[in-house]
Structure formats: structure tokens, C-alpha cells
């Protein structure tokens, strides 16, 4: 079955500090993987995806991500949080044309 | 150029009411998306269009969900004698390509429609 797990409901970080947000996926095929953040009263904004090439992708906002297959993973990281990332996180596997989300990891930011 | 808008932004309904949420994708875009997000939860997939042509509605959860995008353009997603379970908020995505390869279709979303029914 296609899943996407976000073992971290909540994190939080003081500003400044560095930022890993776990996901792993489960997909029977080659994944389009996907991180989008939501902010309060907005829509979902793609950070960063990952079709094929490089496993280390670069994305908005000083994120990047890294494709792992053999562990089936594909972490975002930003070296220095500021507070504007509050927000919520989300993971996401794309086949032919439908996204498969996780639950979504909410990030706090301590000043 | 504007993104995906979605109309109304907060719809309140009693318990057996109809509703109409609306999504006016980006010009031009091919392919609209619908999911759904409960609360604590990612978006879940509902139905997909091509042009005016529904392509999947493996993911409506019922028969009191339809969806229609009559000119190939706006969406409306239609909930019929709704329930409190229903409650949610619900999202809109389009692309620019006609589905098939994603690596072509990166799908936009709108800021949804928080659905609460009392």
C-alpha cells in the first residue's frame, strides 16, 4: 500500500538552531516526493520536490531535502530556523497524477 | 498571475443541509484536484478532472459527494444532506499538463474551504 508516515506530529526549535523533519514513504514504484508548508490561512506552498537526478534537492525559503531509497526517506533540513517557519509540514508521494500526504509535522519556533 | 481561489473560505451548515464549495483553478490549467483535510490529518485525495472530464472519483467517500467542472474550468464540489462528519477543510489543486507524468504537473493548491457542519 501507498503511505506516507510523519513520525513527528509536533517539533520545537529555537530560532537559529538547525531543523530536520522526518518522512518516510512506502510507494511501488519510483517516487515523486514532494514537502509543502501551510501556514495559517493560507494554501499549501510546495518548498521542494524530487523526480530523479541529484538526491539532494534545494527548495524555497533555505530548505533542502535528501531522497534516501534505500531508506526509503526523504528528510527536510534547514541549517538555520528563523521564526516566519512556524508553520505546519507536510510530506507527500506522487504517482500518475494523485498525491498521497502524511499527517504533517507542526513546527514551533522559540525566539 | 492569481493562484487557485476557492469560494466560500468558511461555509457553516446544519446537520442535512446541501452545500457548494467552488474552486476557480489558475487560467489555463488543464487538470483540478480535489482533497480533503480532516483535522491533524494531510489532504486526501477526492476526484480528479481533465479538462471537463472527470477522470477518477475513486476517493469521494460517498454518494453524497459529486463533483462537476462543466467547461473544463471551474470546479464545484457538492455535499449533499450533510452530516457532521463532513466537516473538514477542503482543497483544490490545479496543473498546467493534462496528468500522466508528474514530473510535468506540480499541482497549485488554493487556500480551501474550512467546512462546519453543526
Known amino acids: 500500500a501507498q503511505s506516507v508516515t510523519q513520525p513527528d506530529i509536533h517539533i520545537t526549535v529555537s530560532e537559529g538552531a538547525s531543523l530536520e523533519l522526518r518522512c518516510n514513504y512506502s510507494y511501488g514504484a519510483t517516487p515523486y516526493l514532494f514537502w509543502y508548508v501551510q501556514s495559517p490561512g493560507q494554501g499549501l506552498q510546495l518548498l521542494l520536490k524530487?523526480?530523479?537526478?541529484?538526491?539532494l534537492v534545494q527548495g524555497i525559503k533555505g530548505f533542502e531535502a535528501e531522497f534516501k531509497r534505500s531508506q526509503s526517506s526523504f528528510n527536510l533540513r534547514k541549517p538555520s530556523v528563523h521564526w516566519s517557519d512556524a508553520a505546519e509540514y507536510f510530506c507527500a508521494v506522487g504517482g500518475t497524477y494523485k498525491y498521497i500526504f502524511g499527517t504533517g509535522t507542526r513546527l514551533k519556533v522559540l525566539a | 498571475g492569481a493562484g487557485v481561489s476557492q469560494s466560500p473560505r468558511y461555509k457553516v451548515t446544519k446537520r442535512g443541509q446541501d452545500v457548494a464549495l467552488r474552486c476557480d483553478p489558475i487560467?489555463?490549467?488543464?487538470?483540478l484536484y480535489w482533497y480533503r483535510q480532516a483535522l491533524g490529518q494531510g489532504p486526501e485525495f477526492l476526484t480528479y478532472?481533465?479538462?471537463?472530464?472527470?477522470?477518477?472519483k475513486s476517493g469521494l467517500p460517498n454518494d453524497r459527494f459529486s463533483a462537476e467542472r462543466p467547461e473544463g474550468s471551474i470546479s464545484t464540489l457538492t455535499i449533499q444532506r450533510t452530516e457532521q462528519r463532513d466537516s473538514a477543510m477542503y482543497r483544490c489543486a490545479s496543473t498546467p499538463g493534462g496528468g500522466g507524468d508528474l514530473s510535468y504537473n506540480e499541482q497549485f493548491f488554493g487556500p480551501g474551504t474550512r467546512l462546519t457542519v453543526l
Open positions: 524530487y523526480f530523479s537526478g541529484d538526491t
Open positions: 487560467s489555463g490549467h488543464v487538470s
Open positions: 478532472f481533465n479538462y471537463e472530464a472527470q477522470q477518477d
